[in-house]
């Protein structure tokens, strides 16, 4: 189990890297958490300049809602496009650094399943350099995406939560946690079909006190949205508890 302890230690060698960067980079070689390049004659001290460039390049039209890759001829308006404006996606609109390839899905592996929480700071400026500045006076409060408690036990940390302290520290936003609860231990969704997803995530969350949502617009912070079938869930528990629009903002988009 990867406790406490052991983040604070990440976090004390990757601050003090900044301090001491010759001494660390003899005692502790820098290589690139997406490629395994090493860093040694680089600035940059978790990503490449090449694998960072990669996750910024400019991609296709996306749909405004899901962010799904539009392809030639195919239109997205406040509804959705072809493939969302069917399954009622319960936020307004939704921003990604880009497709889950690449690069960007290697870092996004290393960061979950690999434990790597010095990842936090240069996902978290991905994501805080996507925001439109327009978007951002808009929002009152930012939410991540809860894992229910025995999960965030077993791995540690929830990543979205992670991400959405350093934007919010970044941009002086207020942040909601453990308002809105996962109170169900789902199944993971990634071997899932679409019903079978819908099912898994049916009264899967609850929100605790729901004036802190009355009237606020909500940013919704997640990793990787497949379907967005669970961001869309937790927007319908927001909505619920009185949240005038939800946004949601995640690194990467999926394909089910």
Not at 77 to 96: A, D, V, Y
Not at 181 to 192: D, E, G
Request: charged share 25%; proline share 4%.
């Amino acid at each position: 189990m990867f406790n406490l302890h052991q983040v604070n230690k990440v976090f004390a060698v990757a601050s003090i890297r900044n301090i001491f960067p010759g001494l660390l980079d003899i005692l502790y070689p820098r290589h690139c958490f997406a490629c395994d390049k090493s860093l040694h004659e680089e600035k940059n001290t978790y990503i490449c300049e090449n694998c960072l460039e990669k996750t910024k390049e400019s991609e296709a039209r996306r749909c405004v809602k899901c962010g799904f890759e539009l392809g030639p001829g195919i239109a997205s308006s406040s509804k959705g496009c072809p493939e969302c404006e069917n399954t009622s996606l319960r936020f307004e609109k939704s921003f990604f650094v880009s497709d889950n390839k690449g690069p960007l899905k290697n870092l996004i592996h290393q960061f979950k399943y690999h434990k790597h929480v010095c990842l936090t700071k240069p996902l978290g400026d991905l994501l805080i350099g996507l925001l439109q500045q327009d978007i951002i006076p808009k929002i009152d409060v930012v939410v991540p995406v809860p894992l229910h408690w025995k999960k965030k036990q077993e791995r540690g940390f929830n990543q979205s939560e992670l991400m959405a302290k350093k934007l919010c520290w970044k941009l002086s936003l207020p942040i909601s946690i453990n308002n809105l609860r996962r109170v169900k231990n789902t199944l993971s969704q990634t071997q899932l079909s679409r019903l079978q997803r819908q099912k898994n995530v049916n009264n899967a969350f609850k929100v605790k006190n729901p004036d802190i949502f009355l009237e606020k617009n909500v940013l919704l912070v997640d990793d990787v949205l497949t379907t967005g079938i669970t961001a869309s869930e937790c927007a319908r528990n927001l909505k619920n508890a009185g949240a005038k629009e939800v946004y949601l903002l995640a690194l990467a988009r999926s394909r089910l």
